[in-house]
């Protein structure tokens, strides 16, 4: 009887094995896929039960889908079996060609074991293909259809004839698994699509919630930004700029285009500029306006890249220094310079003659000869520290091997012999105490005053009048002989001589002039000193006659 109906159980087995296959393919989601091969083996291959058992990330297994009972899918749905316990049951048995049949007889070993199980009671069996409840039967999914990398099982029981399924209930099963496998594949992928979709969403509205809060920060950003390029032949050449920048150089952003920081830098800055680092990197530095003017502003750079792999872009922050560089350099100005007559005070004037000498004396050069060496290097004695005859050579302490220091020296009083020097003329005002006594210290001022102007209107560019205190001035006047000093002395006395007109009235003061020599092996004090003995020598050998006071 089964042989002749064979034919007719193959057709209709087909018949429901392809509708079951169809309804996997429609399934939406992985959830939906799942309960569609759970229901596929109840609805399509007869058995009344039906699990599907997927592998997790860890390698466990889980029910993810039970069809057949209601009270059985409420109870181990969710729940987890062991890898090993699985991996036991898979290697029992029977094996019919990829699938594992347990029967009853070995089943109950696996009775105490933690996989989840359902199990209804029944009759024993009669006949000896007959199902026994406790038989158990196993579909592996393998990924890809084959191989040996488990997807999941899928577990069924009791079938609707009662009877253990014969070659084709077993083929169809293995088919239907096998396309199972496939739908879970293509559903994972779908939604792993899908994940993958969402979030390249969410990372571009991001992207552009950034790109629009960047662009909004830039625009609309209080002090100067701008975006240049990095690196090629248009290094350095700028992007973008904000209204805030276009209105600190009072250019438009189109004429702004056409520039690179490097064009707008005051000159003295450029070195400023080409130290400053792309990274991090910081200057303060002057950048030219529309109107020829220069403003202090600081810089600040960071790179900043289009892409993973793009084009870098620096990012450099543009901020408005000029009042406080004002401030510092009127600070600057305050502590190095007289608050009354606006001449370098004392403290600046030592610095600048200071500037000028050096510990070596003169009198180790003895020569022109032996003063060139020492300017420009003689490699023997120099690097080797030996002079041309073999012996040891002296070197005075702190002099390297190539000093370039233009040492200074004094001109010889008693002969002319084209020697020029760094000359300091001391001044001292005669008759100033009783102008002050007289008049009051407001006249005494502006007296100060007047003279610090005269003596300014007197000297060159590039000396030095400075007041060292009370009613005493110094001049440095670099590059005289003993005669220019002398003319110049004279020159300075016959300008303060006029009478100084204050609050209506004229008065009168005289000047002492001592003339000293900076020279190289000096302090400052001690050039100072000179100037000043030689300025009171002075004082004392002029006749009263010739000192006018007021």
């Not at 034919?7 to 169809?22: E, F, I």
């Not at 209804?120 to 406790?134: K, N, Q």
């Not at 700028?238 to 209204?243: A, E, Q, S, Y």
């Not at 073999?390 to 040492?407: L, Q």
Request: hydrophobic share 40%.
């Amino acid at each position: 009887m089964e042989a002749e109906s064979e034919p007719y159980v193959r057709l209709a087995t087909m018949r429901q094995l392809h509708q079951a296959v169809a309804d996997l393919n429609t399934a939406r989601s992985l959830a939906d896929t799942l309960q569609s091969v759970a229901d596929g083996i109840v609805t399509g291959l007869g058995y009344e039960l039906g699990c599907v058992n997927l592998v997790r990330p860890d390698g466990d297994l889980v029910v993810a889908a039970f069809a057949g009972n209601s009270a059985a899918e409420s109870l181990i749905t969710g729940r987890i079996g062991s890898r090993e316990s699985w991996e036991r049951r898979l290697s029992m048995g029977e094996a019919w060609d990829e699938l594992r049949f347990i029967p009853h007889t070995e089943g109950w070993v696996l009775l105490d074991d933690d996989v989840p199980q359902w199990h209804t009671e029944g009759p024993e069996p009669r006949f000896e293909d007959e199902w026994h409840p406790l038989d158990r039967l196993y579909a592996p999914m393998y990924a890809s259809g084959g191989g040996l990398d488990l997807l999941g099982v899928i577990s069924v029981d009791r079938p609707r004839n009662g009877r253990r399924p014969g070659a084709w209930g077993r083929e169809a099963l293995q088919m239907y698994a096998s396309q199972a496998a496939i739908a879970i594949s293509n559903a994972r992928l779908r939604a792993n699509m899908q994940r993958a979709l969402v979030r390249l969403e969410r990372e571009q509205q991001a992207l552009r919630a950034s790109e629009e809060s960047f662009r909004q920060a830039f625009e609309y950003a209080p002090s100067g930004m701008a975006i240049a390029e990095m690196g090629g032949d248009q290094h350095g050449r700028l992007l973008r700029t904000n209204d805030a920048l276009c209105r600190l150089l009072g250019r438009p952003a189109s004429v702004l285009r056409r520039y690179s920081f490097a064009d707008l830098v005051h000159p003295e800055d450029i070195g400023t500029l080409l130290r400053t680092s792309a990274e991090g990197g910081r200057a303060e530095l002057r950048l030219g306006r529309r109107d020829g003017t220069y403003l202090w502003v600081s810089l600040r750079n960071s790179v900043v890249a289009d892409t993973t792999d793009g084009p870098r872009f620096l990012l450099t922050h543009v901020e408005d220094i000029e009042e406080r560089k004002r401030n510092e350099l009127n600070l600057a100005h305050r502590a190095s310079h007289d608050a009354l007559t606006g001449l370098p005070n004392s403290a600046e004037l030592r610095s600048r003659l200071g500037a000028r000498l050096c510990e070596r004396p003169h009198s180790i050069t003895s020569s022109a000869i032996e003063a060139l060496d020492a300017a420009y290097g003689d490699v023997d004695s120099a690097v080797h520290g030996y002079r041309a005859d073999g012996y040891e050579a002296e070197v005075a302490p702190g002099v390297g091997p190539y000093d370039h220091h233009v040492h200074i020296v004094a001109p010889d009083p008693d002969r002319d012999d084209g020697t020029k020097g760094l000359a300091v003329l001391f001044c001292d005002l005669d008759g100033f105490k009783s102008i002050n006594d007289r008049f009051g210290h407001h006249a005494g001022d502006a007296v100060l005053i007047e003279v610090a102007r005269r003596l300014t209107t007197c000297v060159r560019d590039g000396d030095t009048v400075a007041r060292l205190g009370g009613d005493e001035f110094v001049v440095l006047a670099d590059g005289l002989g003993a005669a220019d000093a002398a003319d110049l002395a004279v020159r300075l006395r016959n300008a303060i001589i006029p009478p100084i007109r204050v609050d209506g009235r004229a008065v009168r003061v005289g000047a002492s002039f001592g003339i000293g020599w900076a020279e190289c092996g000096m302090t400052e004090e001690e050039v100072l000193h000179s100037a000043d003995q030689r300025m009171y020598v002075e004082k004392r050998s002029r006749s009263k006659v010739h000192r006018r006071a007021g």
